[in-house]
C-alpha cells in the first residue's frame, strides 16, 4: 500500500514524486519503457518568464533557483529577443505592459540594435524588438534525472513499460500497470496528454484536455550561431534558437490531435521554414532532422492543479501546455503542498500563486477540501 501512486513519468509526474517521497510512500507508474519519452523529451528548454498566461510567469520565476542555484545547475544563458514587424507594434506594446512590471530588465530593442544581437535578421521586415537577457537553456535531461535521483533516494518506487489498464476505487485505489499491481491511497494524475484517458478509468469526469502537436526542426547553418539569443516572433507564428552548431526552428503551430506518440508534419516543418527565411538571410532549403511533441492545454490554457471537486483522493496535475519544464520545479512542490498540507509553499503563495486560479473544479465541480497525505 502507497500513500500516492503517481500515473505519468514525464517531467509532471517526476517533480511530484520527487517532492512528495519525502512525506510519504510512492509509486511512479510510466506506460513507456523510458521516462520523459513524449512531451518532456521535445521541448524547446527554453526558460522564460516572458511566456505563458495568468499564473505561469510566477511559476517560472519561483522555479529559477532550482535552475541556478545549488551543486546542480540545469540553466545555461540564453538571452531571448521577441521581434516584431511595423505592423506589430501594438502586439509588442502589450507584451511589454503584460510582463515588464514582473521581469523589470525586459529591454525594448531598437531596429538599429536587432542584427547586432542576431545578425541574420532582416531588419527591412523586422523592424523593433523585446530582450529578456536573463532567459536561460534548459537542461532537461539533467532536470529529469535530479528528480530521479531523489524521488528514489527517498523510497519511491518507478515502474516503466507499466500503461495503466484498470483503476478500481474502493476505500483505497487499485490499479493494474504491466505486470504491477499497485493500491494507494491518493491517486495523481500526471498522464499528460492522456490525462482524460486516465479519468475515465478512473470514473472521473474528464477536463476537456486538448492535446496539440507542434512540429520542430534541425538545421545548418553558414554561420555560428552560439552566441545568438533565442528568437521568437511576437506573434508566436515561429522561432529559432541556436543548438550547438545548428538552428532548432518551428512554426510554432498548435495542431489537434488525440493522445499519440506524435509525428513530424512535412507541411508544418515546410512552414516553419518559409516563415523563418521570410525574416533572415538564413536561407533554409534543407533539415538535418525533424521530431514533434504534444503540448496539452486545459480549456482555460492553465495547468489543472488540486483534487478533483467530485473525489479527494483523485489528484490533476495536467495540462502544463509548453511550460512543463519550466515551471516543474514550482509544480512538483505545489502539487506536494496542496496533497500533503492541503495549501501552497509560502514562497510561491508570496508571489501571488493561489490554489484557487489552479483549481481543476473550476470546470465542472465545487471546490472539494483536500485530505493530508498520510
Known amino acids: 500500500m502507497y500513500d500516492v501512486a ?10 511530484a514524486a520527487a517532492n ?3 512525506l510519504g510512500s510512492v509509486a511512479l507508474l510510466e506506460a513507456e519503457p523510458i521516462l520523459g519519452y513524449h512531451a518532456t523529451g521535445r521541448s524547446a528548454a527554453l526558460y522564460t518568464e516572458c511566456y505563458g498566461p495568468g499564473v505561469i510567469p510566477r511559476l517560472t520565476m519561483a522555479s529559477r533557483s532550482f535552475f541556478t542555484e545549488g551543486a546542480e545547475v540545469f ?8 521581434v516584431g514587424t511595423r505592423s506589430q507594434v501594438e502586439i509588442t506594446a502589450t507584451l511589454h505592459a503584460q510582463y515588464s512590471t514582473m521581469v523589470p530588465d525586459l529591454e525594448r530593442v531598437p531596429q538599429h540594435r536587432i542584427r547586432d544581437l542576431c545578425p541574420v535578421i532582416d531588419t527591412s521586415v523586422i523592424t523593433h524588438g523585446l530582450l529578456e537577457p536573463r532567459a536561460m537553456d534548459l537542461d ?10 531523489k524521488a528514489i533516494h527517498h523510497g519511491a518506487d518507478i515502474f516503466v513499460g507499466a500503461p495503466v489498464t484498470s483503476i478500481r476505487r474502493a476505500a483505497t485505489w487499485g490499479l493494474h500497470a504491466g505486470e504491477q499491481d499497485v493500491r494507494a491511497r491518493i491517486l495523481v494524475n500526471a498522464a499528460g496528454a492522456w490525462g482524460d484517458a486516465v479519468a475515465l478509468l478512473a470514473g472521473i469526469a474528464p477536463l476537456g484536455l486538448r492535446p496539440l502537436t507542434r512540429s520542430a526542426f534541425l538545421t545548418g547553418t553558414a554561420s555560428d550561431p552560439r552566441t545568438w539569443p533565442m528568437v521568437v516572433d511576437v506573434a508566436e507564428r515561429w522561432y529559432f534558437k541556436p543548438e550547438g552548431p545548428n538552428i532548432l526552428g518551428s512554426a510554432a503551430s498548435e495542431l489537434p490531435s488525440p493522445p499519440m506518440d506524435a509525428r513530424p508534419s512535412e507541411e508544418d516543418v515546410a512552414l516553419g521554414i518559409e516563415r523563418i527565411n521570410t525574416v533572415t538571410s538564413l536561407g533554409i532549403r534543407s533539415v538535418v532532422s525533424t521530431w ?6 486545459t ?4 495547468p489543472a492543479v488540486g483534487f478533483d471537486g467530485g473525489d479527494p483522493t483523485f489528484f490533476w496535475l495536467v495540462g502544463q501546455g509548453g511550460y512543463g519544464i519550466k515551471t516543474s520545479p514550482a509544480m512538483g512542490r505545489l502539487a506536494a503542498g496542496l496533497i500533503s498540507q492541503g495549501s501552497v509553499p509560502d514562497d510561491l503563495r508570496e508571489l501571488g500563486v493561489t490554489a484557487a486560479e489552479l483549481d481543476p473544479a473550476r470546470f465542472h465541480h465545487p471546490r472539494h477540501p483536500s485530505p493530508p497525505a498520510r
Open 6 to 15: 503517481i500515473i505519468g513519468g514525464g517531467i509532471a509526474g517526476l517533480s
Open 20 to 22: 512528495l517521497a519525502p
Open 75 to 82: 540553466g545555461t544563458p540564453r538571452g531571448v529577443m521577441f
Open 140 to 149: 532537461v535531461a539533467g532536470i529529469e534525472q535530479a528528480f530521479r535521483k
Open 292 to 297: 514533434a511533441g504534444l503540448r496539452t492545454f
Open 299 to 302: 480549456p482555460d490554457r492553465t
